[in-house]
């Protein structure tokens, strides 16, 4: 992988920009592009080459639907909130201008080696979370189980002939010390050069269909080091073999049309480990499901969540208490988060009962009083679902403006608040898995707004439902262009209003 290690090898990968595009687009020879992709050769900003492949770049994330710079920016630069063309442009030439020794400096807090599961994101977090789960198969001295669900496409991996030779090899090379090695792929992923991929392995074994692999692996406790590709880029991955742990991301049910397809896989997990941390992105996807599908036999109360804890309306101060314990939070500290949690139930059962709820907005900020204040880590999707970090007094605030907000308008019947909130104008701010909650909610009133995230399966929502006004919560000049164009189109022919 030595030709990712460089920046310009990253960025690359991320935007899935090969040797060849490059090359046409510059009229060079690839030999050039491939010396400055492995950092044989440094393409500086003093390079006349530099600007028209920024360019290039920065094209190419506009033509992505998940905007993949962003998020590998924010990561890098977390004080910046990447909200305009002008500021990506900026910190992606000084990102591709920095010299690698000092990016080594900037990069190594992203290792959160001490955390059971990580984040990566595009093809070369796919290939670095693989890596992970071979090196640590490599160092162990009793042979495991690897096993790779793979919930959306597996081009990343055959793509690269000598990637995937070299991952063949080293696949190989673990099951010749009687590891086994399994992959799971969705049914739609069957090409002939991913079979091809399994015939060269050999011995791998390939399921057509991960759900019910998934459901039928009597084994399911015994997966770790376990890789999990989930379908929106994140790759939550548990590599500790103390203390197993099965990492569900709200993609699994984030779709109510395909719930039903999870049953089975839920009760086994429940089966398996009890009151074990099931970890997750929304609390709200959670709640969801437990309260309207007949997933578990158990108790909402037997179970915990980390990163998403479940509401205030029906987390008791019990639980609350077991997931301080869990996540060792004791003294000041914990008093204060129980005090905390006290004044939101407080203003959660004191809102008029017509109300679908703050129920996101104070969910929220609890999790960030736990994380920022206390230092939590619970954000598995941070990739994908962006938000502005705020400090604790600044939630605080954001919640009394928000109570205030719903006292003036006595019938808004639903309000889930993300990452912003507008004075005097009726809003819904929907995250991308809580759609069909407001699209379930009756009875709005029609000078209601839904402000969408970036993401072009809720306009596609939006414009098949009715009674709906949509807008989006970003500058119309960049972003959602082609988002916008869809909006308006349907507008025009009266489709939402």
Same mark, same amino acid.
């Given at each position: 992988?030595?030709?990712?290690?460089?920046?310009? %090898?990253?960025?690359?990968?991320?935007?899935?920009?090969?040797?060849?595009?490059?090359?046409?687009?510059?009229?060079?020879?690839?030999?050039?592009?491939?010396?400055?992709?492995? %950092?044989?050769?440094?393409?500086?900003?003093?390079? $006349?080459?530099?600007?028209?492949?920024?360019?290039?770049?920065?094209?190419?994330?506009?033509?992505?639907?998940?905007? $993949?710079?962003?998020?590998?920016?924010?990561?890098?630069?977390?004080?910046?909130?990447?909200?305009?063309?002008?500021?990506?442009?900026?910190?992606?030439?000084?990102?591709?201008?920095?010299? $690698?020794?000092?990016?080594?400096?900037?990069?190594?807090?992203?290792?959160?080696?001490? =955390?059971?599961?990580?984040?990566?994101?595009?093809?070369?977090?796919?290939?670095?979370?693989?890596?992970?789960?071979?090196?640590?198969?490599?160092?162990?001295?009793?042979?495991?189980?690897?096993?790779?669900?793979?919930?959306?496409?597996?081009?990343?991996?055959?793509?690269?002939?000598?990637?995937?030779?070299?991952?063949?090899?080293?696949?190989?090379?673990?099951?010749?010390?009687?590891?086994?090695?399994?992959?799971?792929?969705?049914?739609?992923?069957?090409?002939?050069?991913?079979?091809?991929?399994?015939?060269?392995?050999?011995?791998?074994?390939?399921?057509?269909? #991960?759900?019910?692999?998934?459901?039928?692996?009597?084994?399911?406790?015994?997966? =770790?080091?376990?890789?999990?590709?989930?379908?929106?880029?994140?790759?939550? @991955?548990?590599?500790?073999?103390?203390?197993?742990? #099965? $990492? @569900?991301?709200?993609?699994?049910?984030?779709?109510?049309?395909?719930?039903?397809?999870?049953?089975?896989?839920?009760?086994?997990?429940?089966?398996?480990?009890?009151?074990?941390?099931?970890?997750?992105?929304?609390?709200?996807?959670?709640?969801?499901?437990?309260?309207?599908?007949?997933?578990?036999?158990?108790?909402?109360?037997?179970?915990? /969540?980390?990163?998403?804890?479940?509401?205030?309306?029906?987390?008791?101060?019990?639980?609350?208490?077991?997931?301080?314990?869990?996540?060792?939070?004791? %003294?000041?500290?914990?008093?204060?988060?129980?005090?905390?949690?006290?004044?939101?139930?407080?203003?959660?059962?004191?809102?008029?009962?017509?109300? &679908?709820?703050?129920?996101?907005?104070?969910?929220?900020?609890?999790?960030?009083?736990?994380?920022?204040?206390?230092?939590?880590?619970?954000?598995?999707?941070? @990739?994908?679902?962006?938000?502005?970090?705020?400090?604790?007094?600044?939630?605080?605030?954001?919640?009394?403006?928000?109570?205030?907000?719903?006292?003036?308008?006595?019938?808004?019947?639903?309000?889930?608040?993300?990452?912003?909130?507008?004075?005097?104008?009726?809003?819904?701010?929907?995250?991308?898995?809580?759609?069909?909650?407001?699209?379930?909610?009756?009875? &709005?009133?029609?000078?209601?707004?839904?402000? /969408?995230?970036?993401?072009?399966?809720?306009?596609?929502?939006?414009?098949?439902?009715?009674? /709906?006004?949509?807008?989006?919560?970003?500058?119309?000049?960049?972003?959602?262009?082609?988002?916008?164009?869809? @909006?308006?189109?349907?507008?025009?022919?009266?489709?939402?209003?």
């Amino acid at each position: 992988m030595a030709k990712n290690r460089t920046q310009f %090898g990253r960025i690359m990968a991320l935007l899935d920009i090969s040797l060849n595009e490059i090359s046409e687009y510059l009229h060079i020879d690839k030999t050039t592009v491939s010396k400055w992709r492995t %950092g044989s050769r440094r393409l500086t900003p003093r390079s $006349p080459y530099f600007e028209p492949i920024l360019s290039l770049m920065l094209e190419q994330n506009d033509a992505m639907p998940q905007k $993949p710079l962003v998020g590998f920016l924010y990561d890098l630069y977390p004080d910046e909130l990447f909200d305009n063309p002008r500021q990506i442009r900026d910190f992606l030439k000084l990102y591709l201008s920095t010299p $690698p020794e000092t990016m080594i400096t900037a990069e190594a807090p992203m290792q959160k080696d001490s =955390l059971s599961h990580q984040v990566f994101v595009g093809i070369e977090g796919r290939q670095e979370a693989l890596n992970l789960v071979l090196c640590q198969a490599e160092k162990m001295t009793v042979p495991g189980t690897i096993k790779i669900l793979e919930l959306e496409q597996i081009s990343w991996l055959c793509r690269d002939p000598v990637y995937l030779k070299n991952t063949i090899t080293r696949l190989k090379q673990l099951m010749e010390r009687n590891f086994h090695v399994e992959f799971a792929f969705s049914s739609d992923q069957i090409r002939p050069h991913y079979i091809n991929f399994i015939a060269a392995v050999g011995i791998l074994r390939f399921h057509k269909n #991960i759900h019910k692999y998934i459901i039928d692996n009597d084994r399911i406790q015994g997966l =770790l080091p376990c890789i999990y590709l989930v379908s929106d880029g994140c790759v939550s @991955i548990g590599l500790d073999s103390d203390e197993p742990s #099965i $990492p @569900i991301h709200t993609n699994f049910f984030s779709d109510p049309l395909n719930l039903h397809k999870y049953t089975k896989l839920f009760d086994k997990v429940v089966q398996l480990y009890g009151n074990k941390v099931l970890v997750t992105n929304s609390a709200k996807d959670i709640d969801r499901i437990l309260e309207n599908i007949n997933f578990f036999s158990t108790k909402k109360e037997d179970l915990l /969540f980390y990163g998403g804890y479940p509401s205030i309306t029906t987390m008791s101060p019990e639980l609350l208490s077991e997931i301080l314990d869990n996540n060792n939070i004791h %003294g000041n500290v914990r008093t204060r988060c129980m005090q905390y949690y006290t004044y939101l139930r407080h203003i959660m059962t004191s809102t008029p009962p017509n109300y &679908l709820g703050v129920y996101n907005l104070i969910l929220g900020s609890l999790e960030k009083a736990l994380s920022f204040e206390y230092h939590i880590e619970y954000e598995l999707s941070a @990739i994908t679902n962006r938000q502005i970090q705020k400090t604790p007094k600044q939630y605080r605030r954001h919640l009394r403006e928000t109570v205030e907000f719903l006292e003036a308008y006595p019938n808004v019947r639903a309000m889930l608040l993300s990452n912003g909130f507008q004075k005097e104008i009726p809003c819904v701010w929907v995250k991308r898995n809580l759609w069909s909650l407001v699209f379930n909610t009756s009875c &709005l009133p029609s000078e209601y707004q839904i402000i /969408f995230w970036d993401d072009v399966n809720l306009v596609n929502m939006a414009i098949d439902a009715s009674k /709906f006004f949509v807008t989006n919560n970003y500058s119309i000049e960049h972003r959602q262009k082609e988002y916008n164009i869809q @909006i308006l189109q349907a507008l025009s022919e009266g489709k939402i209003i």
